[in-house]
């Protein structure tokens, strides 16, 4: 397989981490699954969710290149990106379409799928362009961008993005 075949393929391995992540916390409910785990189904612990997951994408695909003995740069930086990239891309499209049809789970489905589509474009870019943050750096952003992620699930702000208007409740139910 060739680099640009694993990025073709890597939207649906994507969508099915997602898939998984999200019952994660609901098959092991306890403090340190809550870290990695959506813990409700509010907007924040779905962009937790998306940026784990790409998280997780980007240790296996570290590993597949490795293998492969592909030709990449900035793989320090692309979780971040790619983690950023994703959320923002899902909120772009998500926020507007719950507000006008509400909440609709194939479409949310279908966002999911091309903020993914977006995602990969975007690494693939990434990932064959010259180096353009160190390694170090890069890996230093993607876990300060993780703790946001830990310490909201924990101590959410009251407000629509904590939400989660099916159970209503914020944070880890109780």
């Known amino acids: 397989m060739n680099f640009k075949k694993w990025k073709i393929i890597s939207p649906f ?12 916390y609901t098959i092991m409910p306890n403090p340190i699954s809550a870290i990695f785990f959506p813990v409700n189904e509010s907007i924040f612990e779905h962009m937790k969710m998306i940026y784990t997951s790409v998280l997780v ?7 597949i290149i490795k293998k492969e003995n592909w030709l ?15 959320i923002f891309s899902f909120l772009i499209m998500y926020l507007p379409a719950k507000l006008i049809i509400g909440e609709n789970m194939i479409i949310t489905f279908i966002i999911l799928f091309i903020s993914n589509i977006i995602t990969a474009v975007a690494s693939y870019y990434l990932l064959l362009n010259r180096q353009i943050v160190s390694n170090k750096i890069g890996l230093i952003l993607t876990f300060m ?3 946001p992620f830990i310490y909201f699930t924990y101590n959410p702000i009251h407000n629509s993005l904590f939400y989660d208007t099916k159970d209503k409740l914020y944070g880890i139910p109780k």
Do not use: D, R
């Open 145 to 147: 961008l993780y703790i």
């Open 72 to 86: 990449i740069n900035n793989l320090g930086i692309n979780p971040f990106l790619s983690g950023l990239i994703n």
């Open 57 to 63: 994408f980007c240790l296996i695909e570290y590993f």
């Open 13 to 24: 391995i994507l969508f099915g981490l997602c898939s998984l992540l999200h019952f994660g």
